[in-house]
């Protein structure tokens, strides 16, 4: 029997080591974000949307920050859409939170460094989507509870917000901007739900278009443009860094493994890791 217990002891031990071993490895590596948080706060929500107000990075502390402006849909109102005009009160069934300086890793800050006053997380009828997309167009853009689609004299098409969503307008890029049809179906026939969209022309969404620029009156727009491109270059070198620290994680924990294994046989044996406004 003592063969037996022996052998039985060495893969308890084993499996004990494996398994502290390996939760402390998840606990290095994973990283809860401000996203991870808001997806457990508005748990109960299926609608809302998640769009990346604001960013910035403090030298004094190297520590890099978000702003997010959430949206979240209630429950739809009786509303007859042709009664609709600029006079209509307010919408009531969509609600707007938006959040204080939240500081980030260096690894999510350059994840999403180029999707400033773009929608980086939304939730439509109880399902995730973290794709990032221009603000407006994973949920109401193309929607005809929130407005349709107007023929412009030289026959393109561009959505007009109802009378009582037109705030929407002034909380995505401004009164004056156009959603322009083909590019909406570009998005929701090619990228909807499979990867990040920025338009179809070159920098038309995000940090560096003018869209982004002249639409937001964010305090990364009012910073230079020597302080962003050396935040660029600094957050791409802290997120290489940090990934290269959590590779080693990873290595030193397959080493350790190996070395308790042969612990454990020896031991047999002898038996016989706000900044703001």
Known sequence: MKPIITIYCKVLLLLVV????????????????????????????????????????????????????????????????????????????????????????????????????????????????????????DRYVGNERYGRWQTHSNGSSFWVFYGQYRFLSDLFYGPSYRYYRNDYRDYDRNYRGKKAYYGSGKNKYGTSSTTARTASSSKWNSKSSSFKQRVRSNVKKSAAASNSRKYSSGSRYSKTKRNSSRYSRSSSRSRGGGFGK
Request: net charge negative.
């Open 18 to 137: 494996f398994t502290s071993c390996s939760s402390d490895r998840e606990q290095r590596r994973y990283e809860k974000t401000p996203l991870d948080k808001i997806i457990t706060t508005y748990l109960n929500e299926p609608n809302y949307s998640v769009i990346l107000a604001d960013m910035d990075y403090n030298e004094a502390e190297k520590a890099y920050y978000h702003k997010y402006r959430i949206l979240i849909e209630k429950p739809q109102k009786t509303v007859d859409s042709t009664k609709l005009n600029d006079n209509t009160t307010k919408a009531e069934d969509v609600v707007v939170e938006d959040t204080d300086w939240k500081r980030v890793s260096p690894t999510f800050f350059d994840k999403h460094v180029d999707d400033l006053g773009m929608t980086i997380l939304s939730k439509k009828d109880g399902v995730l989507d973290k794709k990032a997309t221009p603000a407006g167009y």
